[in-house]
């Protein structure tokens, strides 16, 4: 099964364009357009938990790890949290969520989140009905890698013995994961 | 191989799942007396307020799964092992190679002096709620026994739909198993500002009731009056274990004791479920827990062992009694231990929000959390009291909820050192 990988080496401080393309792929018309246009502006967030977890870490989308078994969808009470068999993606399918929480009681990484005004949960659903994850595609630098954990474990392998050798490793520093 | 699940719960749907994923040639049959489709049993409450959500609250199954299994809506009267079959009411038999008893559990029944027992409603399936949503219309003055997370689940509902119940409690707070007292009252002062007036520490004595009216009064132990014209009982559930104590398969804690994978006394025969009781490790007892999380795992973990796909995935998680629930758009997760007096708790409070966050350590390690309000992180603190984490200072962004974007697995020796 392919992952999402960070690779903080590469990442942009302040791009967030990987932000931008999961909201964009996650709104119903898949474009930035009409939210932008339409009133109103949204708020900056400036809230000191905001503030908190910029300075502290780079935002990046690795939070779920779509686990096999997954414990929010075997605790989800709706049925609206799903695995899809084919790509081994969880997502979560809002219209049917109640908001019970009971999938952020159980998911050990803390990767399903409660939106306190919706009252749905939401978390990364790797954009299941895609090939790729919006946030890999929009990515300018190659901060995010979508493959499978062997082929990157070789890859930061081959980047290590450059390093060894003292060679410039080709145009990026190893990654730590 | 022919497997037969007894009942469409949590557990049977998860028991099917498995078993059709892992070998989609297994013959599967269900039988089951409630409806013959699958549905949300938590999310009932939705069909007093509006009996068409019966769509709403169904549960997708694939339909390719669904194609594929035979589903009886019948009762099943008797197990007899020794030849493996199944009488069904109506005299029918059904052969069977594995069974699955996921039979669940009925709610405790409520006895009051003056009142006959089918009077008193309770709710559990679909049917009950519908039947509870048809009194309602007739009635003003509804009257809720028991305080615990069904009777305010009911209590909520009515609230919402304009007819704020009075509810009968017999312990001297609201939800005495599920929270402390602090946020107890918090919960209480919630349900309160939406109209609900409880009776705390009122054991009904007995009642006046007029069958034609339906119209009464029941009074308690402490001499309080209390008016009602419909009388509904939360006060738990018991597991049904009839068949399996016919069959002679061993029975403990009140349901069916079974081993990690699942399997009964009997061999074959397997249970899971509300209706089974789980052996717990620490402290070598078997524990009946009826959540849904439980039944789900359990349901999935039979089925493996049943087609031999059974992977062992370290112990099970069940010991650990936890439940989330929105009360009023005030979300609340209870985890683990939540009260005694050996235990030393970290609080964290915001009073202008409704906030109230409390993480309970024995000895360095997490054994339980309160949450309400902000249920951020519930899931982190769920895996530190199922790992037991020695903690010597709680980190600031679980006690307070912060968002955190870690990368690394956290793993709880690394979170917590």
């Known amino acids: ?114 939106t306190p005004a919706e009252h749905v949960s939401i978390k990364c659903d790797g954009c299941l009905w895609s090939k790729a994850p919006a946030c890999v595609r929009a990515c300018p630098s190659g901060a995010l890698v979508f493959t499978d954990s062997e082929t990157h474990a070789e890859t930061l392998e081959t980047q290590i013995r450059f390093k060894k050798r003292k060679i410039q490793p080709p145009r990026l520093s190893p990654a730590r994961v | 191989m022919r497997v037969v699940i007894i009942g469409n719960g949590t557990a049977g749907i998860h028991a099917m799942l498995a078993i059709k994923r892992n070998t989609p040639k297994t013959d599967v049959t269900l039988v089951t007396h409630d409806e013959p489709f699958f549905y949300s049993r938590p999310e009932i409450t939705q069909l007093i307020e509006d009996p068409y959500t019966l769509k709403v609250i169904a549960l997708p199954v694939p339909g390719e799964i669904l194609k594929d299994i035979t589903l009886i809506h019948q009762t099943v009267e008797e197990i007899e092992p020794k030849t493996g079959t199944l009488r069904l009411a109506g005299g029918a038999r059904l052969p069977y190679d594995r069974l699955i008893l996921a039979t669940g559990a009925a709610p405790k029944k409520v006895k009051i002096i003056g009142v006959p027992s089918d009077a008193i409603l309770t709710m559990r399936t679909a049917r009950d709620a519908l ?201 609340m997760v209870s985890i683990g231990t939540v009260q005694g007096e050996s235990l030393k708790t970290n609080v964290y409070r915001e009073a202008s929000r409704r906030i109230v966050r409390k993480i309970f350590q024995e000895n360095g390690r997490i054994v339980g959390a309160v949450l309400v309000g902000d249920i951020m992180h519930a899931g982190v603190l769920f895996e530190a009291v199922r790992q037991e984490a020695r903690v010597r200072q709680i980190p600031g962004w679980l006690l307070r909820g912060a968002p955190q974007f870690s990368q690394q697995t956290p793993s709880m020796e690394v979170l917590f050192s």
């Open chain 2, 131 to 331: 039947r509870i949503a048809a009194h309602l219309e007739e009635s003003d003055a509804p009257v809720i026994l028991g305080g615990g997370l069904i009777g305010l689940k009911i209590a909520h509902t009515l609230a919402r739909l304009g007819k704020p119940p009075r509810v009968v409690v017999s312990s001297p707070r609201l939800l005495s198993r599920t929270l402390d007292s602090e946020t107890a009252a918090t919960i209480q002062e919630l349900f309160e500002e939406n109209g609900v007036t409880f009776h705390l520490g009122a054991t009904p004595k007995y009642a006046d009731w007029d069958e034609r009216t339906r119209k009464g009064t029941l009074f308690t132990e402490k001499g309080d009056k209390i008016p009602f014209d419909l009388l509904l009982a939360g006060k738990g559930v018991n597991p049904r274990v009839e068949l399996a104590r016919q069959a002679g398969i061993l029975i403990e804690d009140g349901g069916i004791a079974v081993t990690d994978s699942m399997e009964t006394s009997l061999k074959h025969h397997y249970a899971a479920g509300d209706c089974a009781s789980i052996f717990n490790h620490e402290t070598g007892r078997y524990e009946n827990r009826a959540i849904w999380p439980v039944a789900a795992e359990s349901g999935r973990i039979a089925g493996e062992a049943v087609v031999g796909k059974l992977i062992s995935s370290g112990r099970f998680s069940a010991p650990i009694a936890r439940n989330a629930i929105t009360f009023f758009s005030v979300p």
């Open chain 1, 1 to 114: 099964m392919r992952e999402i990988f960070f690779v903080p080496e590469r990442c942009l401080p302040g791009c967030n364009a990987c932000q931008m393309a999961c909201v964009a792929e996650h709104l119903k018309n898949k474009g930035l357009l009409s939210p932008l246009s339409g009133l109103p502006f949204p708020k900056k967030r400036q809230t000191p938990l905001y503030k908190h977890s910029v300075r502290r870490f780079f935002p990046h989308p690795l939070r779920c790890l779509h686990c096999d078994p997954p414990r929010c969808v075997e605790s989800c009470l709706s049925g609206s949290l799903i695995k899809n068999e084919t790509n081994g993606r969880v997502g979560n399918n809002l219209e049917q969520c109640i908001g019970c929480f009971m999938c952020v009681a159980h998911c050990p990484y803390g990767a399903v989140i409660p």
